[in-house]
């Protein structure tokens, strides 16, 4: 069975920083495309930021230059460093993983197989 668990969720001002963290068990994690994900009231589920298992990087335009995905393999741990916050990022994120091979770089929910619970983030202006 494969757990995620998110952590480093929390209230933040507009332009702070956060790193989001996402453990893995149950599954070899260097074998795992890894993505984030978030979803904010009324609104479908968004792609945020993806990491392969060879630590190739994707991301939204929305984030793009403010959001780093990364990856610790040997502490079976996925990153989300988020920077220059702002109140349209408020929004639960949640981890993904995909042990499939055609999951790398995907921005569809569908295609991952495993989710966390979500951590939440709100940013006040």
């Known amino acids: 069975q494969v757990q995620l668990v998110e952590s480093g969720g929390g209230s933040v001002q507009a332009g702070d920083s956060l790193r989001l963290s996402c453990a893995v068990s149950g599954r070899t994690f260097s074998n795992l495309h890894m993505a984030w994900f978030r979803q904010a009231p009324g609104k479908e589920r968004e792609f945020v930021s993806s990491i392969s298992w060879s630590g190739r990087t994707y991301h939204a335009d929305s984030v793009k230059g403010r959001f780093t995905a990364s990856r610790d393999n040997a502490k079976n741990t996925v990153y989300l460093q988020m920077s220059s916050l702002k109140p349209e990022d408020t929004a639960v994120y949640y981890c993904?993983?995909?042990?499939?091979?055609?999951?790398?770089?995907?921005?569809?929910?569908?295609?991952?197989?495993?989710w966390g619970r979500g951590t939440q983030v709100t940013v006040s202006s």
């Open positions: 993904a993983a995909s042990a499939s091979p055609f999951s790398a770089g995907s921005s569809s929910p569908n295609d991952y197989s495993y």
